[in-house]
């Protein structure tokens, strides 16, 4: 069964309601030839649904079987990456661990221990606040709206003892929990994962030229004729509009947003938690990533929306090729230097 997790769809069309909103499919991507140059190739463009979003893939290459057949193996990798990750599917290394984890260990997939790796380092370097352990806080959220209400204060923090990434304990190829009642979601990092695997396995075919959709972006190459991929960021207070555009070649770009899943009429309380507290930061409408990868993209959005600017600039300035586009929540628009947006 499908399911809406708490980043939203993206959208390929501009009506669409997702942190990053593709510019278009045709024309709007830029695929159109400018006046007087013939464009060398019509682009293969599929969709299908993993992970709790919508995917897609677009690939500029003149020979169509081969692109259908690197689209075929991309969506293949996405969906066993879904196998091991998803929150949702049952019988998922996840989902077995949150149900086992605290009394046995689970031999983990690669994809598990990769992600575990990934988000440990980035929970380290943070300072916790990222951190895969805030599903408890989440099943607290999501169980309050069903009732039509926000936890109250005790709840609040008689959950929040479960949240912490170091009680997650990884020996070689096992997993398991240190503390009961801790549970974990990948949600803040595997779609990018996910969308950095398929541009690999795109790149293994021969592809230099396509745009991977998996809830998170990652452009290979640029698009014929010689120019970058245009992205459009969705405003996270305007409906149907952007908040820039975005120039992407070879790099991954990952929002995240205060609207994107929200408990409440104004957005105070949303799908993005600060374990140091069990409540939603009050700094960010939304902020946008661009990085060499889209799994660091979509990790950092969720960090720095929960570092906030002082912090978050502090965490950014010390990495390569990385970028950032803030939306605060008075309104305010601000970028780093190196942010990829359309002038």
């Given amino acids: 069964m499908f399911q809406v997790t708490r980043r939203k769809l993206l959208s390929t069309s501009l009506g669409g309601a997702g942190a990053l909103a593709l510019w278009s499919m045709r024309g709007q991507l830029g695929l159109a030839s400018p006046p007087g140059v013939l464009s060398a190739t019509e682009p ?39 196998k091991v990750l998803s929150i949702y599917l049952p019988d998922s290394q996840v989902s077995r661990l949150n149900r086992e984890g605290a009394e046995k260990a689970i031999d983990a997939h690669p994809h598990l221990l990769t992600m575990l790796s990934a988000s440990m380092e980035l929970a380290r370097r943070t300072q916790g606040a990222f951190d895969i352990t805030v599903q408890p806080l989440w099943e607290l959220y999501a169980g309050a709206a069903r009732e039509k209400r926000i936890p109250r204060d005790n709840e609040i923090e008689s959950v929040r003892k479960f949240v912490d990434w170091r009680s997650i304990e ?29 541009r690999k396995i795109l790149q293994a075919h021969g592809i230099e030229h396509a745009l991977v959709d998996v809830g998170e972006l990652a452009a290979v190459g640029d698009k014929p004729p010689s120019q970058t991929w245009k992205v459009g960021i969705q405003h996270p207070r305007v409906a149907d509009a952007f908040v820039a555009v975005a120039m992407l070649k070879d790099r991954g770009l990952a929002t995240s ?87």
């Fill in 170 to 198: 990884v020996n070689g190829s096992t997993v398991r929990f240190r503390t009961p009642g801790t549970k974990i979601t990948f949600n803040g990092i595997a779609q990018g994962y996910a969308t950095d695997c398929a």
């Fill in 257 to 343: 947003g205060d609207y994107e899943t929200a408990f409440t009429p104004d957005k105070q309380f949303n799908h993005i938690f600060d374990p140091a507290t069990g409540r939603s930061p009050t700094e960010f409408s939304s902020v946008s990533i661009a990085a060499p990868t889209a799994a660091e993209a979509d990790g950092l959005s969720t960090a720095v929306f929960v570092l906030g600017f002082e912090r978050g600039m502090r965490e950014l300035k010390s990495r390569e090729g990385v970028d950032a586009l803030f939306v605060f929540k008075d309104g305010r628009i601000a970028s780093t230097n190196g942010f990829p947006v359309e002038s």
């Fill in 44 to 82: 293969v463009v599929r969709s299908t649904k993993a992970l709790g979003s919508s995917v897609s893939i677009t690939i500029v290459h003149p020979d169509a079987k081969l692109a259908e057949r690197a689209i075929d193996a991309a969506f293949a990798e996405v969906r066993e990456i879904e």
